[in-house]
Structure formats: C-alpha cells, structure tokens
C-alpha cells in the first residue's frame, strides 16, 4: 500500500499569519481572542471572537479581485498557496494527479448575508451582484487553488460543519492511498465573524459570553466553561505519496497513516452521551494506522470548551485508550485559536505535526478550577507546553449533525 | 451631469472594477478582447453604472455594450432624455 506524508504546510489564524509565527505563539500560550472589530456588538450577546490580525489580502490576490471573494476564499487561497510554496512540489509534479480537497463549514456567510440583506432593504427588485453565488459557495476554494496552479486532479469542498477539513484530509490522504493521485492539497477555511455567525450560534446557546474576561473565555475542561469562542482563518497541508516526495527530495515533515469517519447518529448538536461516535472514530484511524493505544502520545481534541462536549469526548478517550489515556498528552488548542469551524481539522493537524516534528505538546490554556466531572489524573497539559518524545498524534473533530473525523500522525522514519 | 464627468467617471469605474490601467481604457477599447473582463465582470460593470448614474439599463441594451465607447453613449443618452 502506497504511504503518504506531509510535505508542506500554510496557515493564516488568530495567532498568526504563517505556520513559524502561528506555532510560536501556540507554545506560548497565547490567547487569540479580542473584542470584534468587524461589526457593531452592542446587541449581541456575544462581543469577541478570535479574529485574524493584521492580515492583508492583497500578500495573496490582486486588489480587483478583493470584492469578488468572499473572506473565506481569500484565506484558503493564502493558506493554498504558503501550503504548496513551503513544499516545493511546482518543480515536479503531474498536473492531472494533483489534487484540491478544500473545506468550509459555512462557506461565504458574509457575502449571503450582504446580498440577502440589499435585497430585503430593497424595493423587491432582485438586483444580485454576479459573483453572489460564486463568491458564496463552499467549494470555491478548491476551484480556486486548482486554477492558480493548474491542479487539475480530484477537486471538492468536504462540508461536515466542523469535521470538515479533518474530511477533508481523510479523503486526501485515502485518495493518494489508493493511487487515484501523487498529492493533494487539503484544508479548510473559515470567516464566519459576522451578524449572521455570531448571532446565529448565539442562538443556540453555542457561545461563550464572558465578555468581561474574553481573553480567557475559551477554557476547555474548566469547571466555568460556558462555550466556545468563534475563531477564522485557514489552514492547508501538502499530502503527497512517499516515493514520490522522496523522488524529488521533498522536506519531510511526518507521515499520515490513518483517518477515521463516523457519525453519532444521535442528536442534531449534542453529541452522543457516552461519546460514541467519538470512541468509534478514534478507534478506527488508530487501527488504520497499525498502531495499538499505547502508541500514541498526543491527542489534539476538539474540546471545543463547551459544557458537553468536552467531557463525552474524554468519556471516549478513557473508554478506548484505558490505561494508557493517562500516559496521553491530552490539550485544546482551541483555548488558544478559538474554534474555526471547517478550518479546525486543518489547524489543529498542523498542530499534530508540528508536535510530532518538535516533540512539544502545546498547552490548554485558561484553565483555573478542575470540573469535578472530569478525571483529574488525565493529563490535560494545562496552562503550559510539555516537551516529550511524540511518536504519534491524534486529531480529533466533530461537526453539528453528529460527524466525526479523526486522523492520526506519525514521525516519519524511513 | 457634463459629458466629460460622465467619461472620466466611467473610466474610473471600469478601472476599479476591472483593474485595468487607465491609460488602456479608451473609447474603442473593447471590455471582453481589450480589457479582459468575461460575462460576469460585465454583469457587474452595468450595474454599477447603474448604482452610480442612478438609471436602468435593460438586459436588451446591456448586451449592446460591448466597448468604453458603447457605454459613455448610452448613459449620455440616457441622461439627456
């Protein structure tokens, strides 16, 4: 069976603009969050979100081309293209075996917010830009970094709300697998900081209101969570087979060598109590992978800072991994990113890898009282990094619908 | 509103829209062959005339625009009506 590793990786997030400066700060334990500055607050319930900074489009695009994506595009575009720049695989490659896997959760939720809210402001008239849909749709992404570089393999947009770049991924990594294609670029991209986003998972009671403390709001496994913090951005990775990046001397930064898909089929966004579909995923990538519990070192988990969620998907762990979960390294990095929706599989896998390259588990930040629910011998890695030998890592996300993904990383050693 | 104000801000709109240079947007200039625009930047080239002229240009007389030229007449035109 063909293996595949990693060989390039780009990121645009909270904590940064580039893979260097977003790792950096992962390991110092900064929060992302701040008070929004892309729209009025003042009725929401919901003031901060861990927003992109000082980032600049036109690194990426040209200015005309600014009105005709949706923010959502421009971040996949420049996570795309840092992702295929960083692996060098434009001086060898098959352009109809090179692929685009691109998530969002949403896709261009500012942009169908705009054009709806012209027209219901309107005379009744349909006056629709005509880049609404093409700027509003989640597969544009994909269609995009497929024609800046002529990838002309398999090219769609996984949408599992937030499992969909761990799909994403999955997919990828089964495509080249299988020998369908030599490489792949995959990731996700979100932007969904707006009336709409931040409304509507206020609505739902999804989202933390501590604004009078945001900078520690998103706080996974602490007694006072009280949910997640909306973040954006976007993250991709160079997946590319084995003989084929060693052919061209490619920069090697782990090997992927297993994923999981399952589904909860229990509740619309509750996840199942017991974490099953949790337990069952985890236990599908790892037995993909060929490697037992014990195995693994690291587990990246969505703990997503939500009274629920986090403790099912501890519940599973425990289940699964028995004693070895607590020789697990076990963090968040949502308490510091904040949650990007269809980009959090691909921001917390180049977490995974880079803590499989480094030997370093990024810390769950924010985190002061213990939930008398959780069991306080699992090792967390609260509040600061630890350095250790990370053979392999696991990245866990689930999605609203009950979607669940995992994928498990590993050293590459030849 | 004069016929050079309507000129000079047609070109600006077509400069923003279509991120072409100024100096390439001449009367004669064809939006599809010389300035690079395909159906949709058109699309949205018209109504922004129309936003900015505050007029309506039918979808019929729309798709007889097909250069600089062909516009600045046409919202002349209008204008004058």
Redesign the interface.
């Known amino acids: 069976m063909r293996r595949v590793v990693i060989t390039g990786l780009g990121a645009v997030t909270p904590l940064g603009n580039d893979v260097g400066t977003f790792w950096n700060a992962l390991l110092a334990g900064t929060s992302g969050a701040n008070l929004i500055t892309k729209f009025d607050t003042t009725l929401f319930k919901t003031k901060f979100a861990c927003e992109l900074k000082n980032f600049d489009p036109l690194t990426y695009i ?4 600014v009105s005709r994506l949706d923010p959502s595009a421009i971040y996949a575009i420049a996570a795309g293209t840092q992702a295929v720049e960083d692996s060098g695989i434009l001086s060898s490659f098959n352009p109809d075996r090179v692929g685009v896997l691109w998530s969002s959760g949403i896709g261009g939720i500012l942009t169908f917010q705009q054009e709806i809210t012209n027209f219901a402001t309107g005379n009744g008239t349909p ?1 629709f ?3 609404f849909i ?1 700027k509003m749709i989640p597969d544009i992404s994909a269609g995009h970094i497929s024609m800046k570089y002529g990838f002309r393999g398999p090219n769609f947009a996984p949408v599992a709300a937030c499992a969909s770049s761990t799909i994403a991924i999955a997919d990828a990594f089964m495509y080249i697998k299988y020998g369908r294609i030599d490489a792949c670029v995959a990731g996700g991209s979100e932007a969904a900081i707006t009336e709409g986003g931040i409304g509507g998972f206020n609505a739902m009671k999804a989202l933390s209101e501590r604004n009078d403390d945001y900078l520690t709001a998103s706080r996974p496994f602490d007694a006072t969570r009280d949910g997640f913090v909306m973040g954006e951005g976007g993250c991709g990775l160079i997946l590319e087979e084995l003989e084929h990046a060693l052919k061209r001397g490619a920069k090697i930064y782990c090997e992927i060598v297993g994923a999981g898909l399952t589904a909860d089929a229990h509740h619309l966004t509750a996840p199942h109590p017991e974490g099953l579909g949790a337990y069952n995923v985890m236990k599908n990538a790892i037995e993909e992978a060929g490697l037992s519990v014990n195995q693994i070192e690291y587990v990246n988990v969505h703990g997503t800072s939500t009274p629920l969620g986090d403790i099912a998907e501890l519940k599973a762990i425990k289940q699964l991994f028995g004693d070895a979960a607590y020789n697990l390294n076990i963090s968040s990095t949502k308490s510091q990113t904040g949650h990007l929706l269809g980009a959090a599989g691909a921001i917390e896998a180049i977490a995974c890898i880079k803590s499989v390259q480094e030997d370093i588990i990024p810390p769950t930040i924010n985190f002061t009282t213990p939930d008398e629910n959780i069991d306080q011998k699992l090792n967390l890695t609260l509040n600061k990094v630890e350095k250790r030998i990370v053979n392999a890592a696991l990245s866990n996300t689930f999605g609203f619908g009950g979607h669940n993904a995992s994928a498990v990383f590993k050293k590459y050693t030849g | 509103m004069s016929t050079t104000n309507i000129a000079e801000k047609v070109t600006q709109i077509i400069v923003d829209k279509l991120g072409c240079d100024e100096a390439q947007v001449k009367p004669e200039a064809s939006f599809t062959t010389d300035l690079g625009a395909d159906s949709l930047d058109i699309v949205e080239l018209v109504m922004e005339f129309e936003n900015q002229f505050e007029m309506s240009i039918p979808d019929d007389k729309a798709e007889q625009i097909q250069t600089v030229g062909d516009a600045i007449s046409f919202i002349e035109q209008a204008h004058k009506a």
Request: aromatic residues 12%; proline residues 22%; hydrophobic residues 10%.
């Open positions: 040209e200015k005309k081309e006056r830009n005509p880049f093409p």
